[in-house]
């Protein structure tokens, strides 16, 4: 079992990517195909529109690529909530349980040290054991400042 501390414990983050890579240049492709008629001046001057945009998404953004879960092709087909929520059980949880079975490694502790989900957003999960409060404590939330672990 991990040692005791007085408050949340910082570690290793940890970041789970889609199985689907695809380069910048790819993806701008894609979405030009599909939606050029949205850009700026499109009517007025494809060409200058499309070239502006190319320029703008492969080379001012910096982007070298992006991970997405479905294949990119498979993006521009409208989904209903009961395919994304099998989506979420077949492709999202075993992420999650991934990154939540290498985030305990990363702080060296157990799963069973962990008290619950202190904080969850669509691609994320942050562990902690619970926090405790403290009159000294000077930040907004009341609670104590995080111990580092490297």
């Known amino acids: 079992m991990a040692a005791m501390f007085d408050g949340p414990i910082l570690s290793k ?8 890579y695809y380069t910048q240049k790819e993806f701008c492709s894609f979405i030009l195909h599909h939606f050029k008629q949205n850009l700026r001046d499109y009517e007025e001057n494809p060409g200058k529109a499309v070239k502006q945009a190319e320029a703008i998404a492969c080379e001012s953004m910096q982007i070298t690529g992006r991970y997405f879960c479905r294949p990119l092709d498979a993006l521009n ?3 209903n909530p009961q395919q994304q929520s099998d989506l979420i059980k077949s492709i999202g949880m075993p992420m999650l349980v991934k990154a939540a079975e290498q985030a305990v490694t990363n702080a060296g502790i157990t799963l069973q040290d962990v008290s619950g989900p202190s904080s969850t957003c669509r691609t994320c999960l942050f562990l902690s054991p619970p926090y405790r409060r403290t009159s000294s404590t000077r930040c907004r939330s009341r609670r104590t400042w995080p111990t580092y672990r490297a």
């Open 13 to 20: 983050p940890v970041s789970v990517m889609g199985e689907h």
């Open 77 to 79: 087909d409208p989904i």
